[in-house]
Each structure stands twice: as structure tokens, then as C-alpha cells.
């Protein structure tokens, strides 16, 4: 098999990741639009990955958020976006390198996108936080309306859920 000089892998990577960045810039400065929301699972101990100890405890290889009611602060950089959350009724501020996401979810429209991270690299346990501190593919979303999930906690009412995206998987 011929070498690729190109390396159309890491093109392609490169503009998925750049898709999801563009939708979270323009949620950052216009809102969502309709029933768009989004689904995000991360590494959770991935280098650059800043999330409080507690959110670290409580899931510990990956976490999904959901980013449609209750979110505040949300930030888009080249490399990452920020976001303030929150879990159980506590506050929360996020930062999240899009190296780090697993996928991304807009179930609106039946959109995904899933990353390989077997590459990512994860920060040792004695440098992860004490305190608050590489190819992909487009996955095509099942057109079978599956059983209806709960929706997050609406407005004013306690916080966003975290929930994983298998739940959402046909089974």
C-alpha cells in the first residue's frame, strides 16, 4: 500500500473538529436555534480537560453534557470551548479541548459526529486538579424514532443532566 504523504486522516479530522467548532461559536453568540441542542461526550481525564474533582470522581473515564436549557459563559477558542453548567444545583465551569470529545450529538436533526481518541493523551493522576480548575467520522443517526428520552431538567428547575449516549442507541 502507497505511503499518504497527504494524510487526508488528519485533513478530515481537522475539518469535522472545525464543524463542531463553528456550531458552537455561532451558539455562543446567538443562542440555539429551535430545537437544536447538543449531546457532548469527552474524555474526562484528557490533557487540557478542566472539570472539578467532584465531576472527576463521579465519572471518571468519559462524561457526556448536554448543552440546550441551562448553560451560561459558553466560549469557543481555536483549540477548546468553555462552558458553565450545572450539576445538582452547583455551579459549574468547564473547559473542554476538542481533541478530548469522544462525539457529538444534535438528535434535532439526527446529526453525529464521533472521533477516535485513542490517541489523546491523559494527564497523570498527580497533575488532574484538585479543585475547579485523531481521525473522525460523520456517524449517520438511525432515522427509527427510538423510545422518546427523558429531556433535561427544564429552566430554573435544579440543572442539566448527564446522562451517557448509549441510552440513546438503538438497541
Known amino acids: 500500500m502507497a505511503t499518504d504523504h497527504i494524510r487526508y486522516d488528519v485533513l478530515a479530522r481537522d475539518a469535522l473538529r472545525g464543524v463542531l467548532r463553528k456550531v458552537l461559536t455561532d451558539a455562543a453568540a446567538q443562542g440555539l436555534p429551535g430545537e437544536h441542542h447538543f449531546f457532548i461526550t469527552f474524555v474526562s481525564k484528557a490533557e487540557g480537560v478542566k472539570l472539578s474533582s467532584r465531576l472527576l470522581a463521579q465519572y471518571p473515564e468519559e462524561m457526556t453534557i448536554i448543552l440546550q436549557h441551562q448553560f451560561w459563559d459558553l466560549t469557543v477558542l481555536e483549540d477548546r470551548f ?17 481533541s478530548a470529545i469522544k462525539s457529538f450529538l444534535d438528535p434535532s436533526v439526527k446529526f453525529g ?12 493522576p498527580e497533575n488532574l486538579p484538585a479543585a475547579p480548575a485523531p481521525s473522525a467520522v460523520a456517524v449517520p443517526v438511525a432515522t427509527e424514532k427510538a423510545e422518546t428520552p427523558e429531556e433535561p431538567t427544564p429552566p430554573n428547575q435544579g440543572g442539566a443532566e448527564v446522562v451517557r449516549l448509549d441510552r440513546f442507541r438503538k438497541k
Open 82 to 98: 468553555e462552558v458553565g453548567l450545572s450539576f445538582g444545583g452547583i455551579p459549574e465551569r468547564l473547559i473542554v479541548p476538542f
Open 113 to 124: 459526529l464521533q472521533f477516535d481518541t485513542s490517541d489523546v493523551a491523559e494527564v497523570a
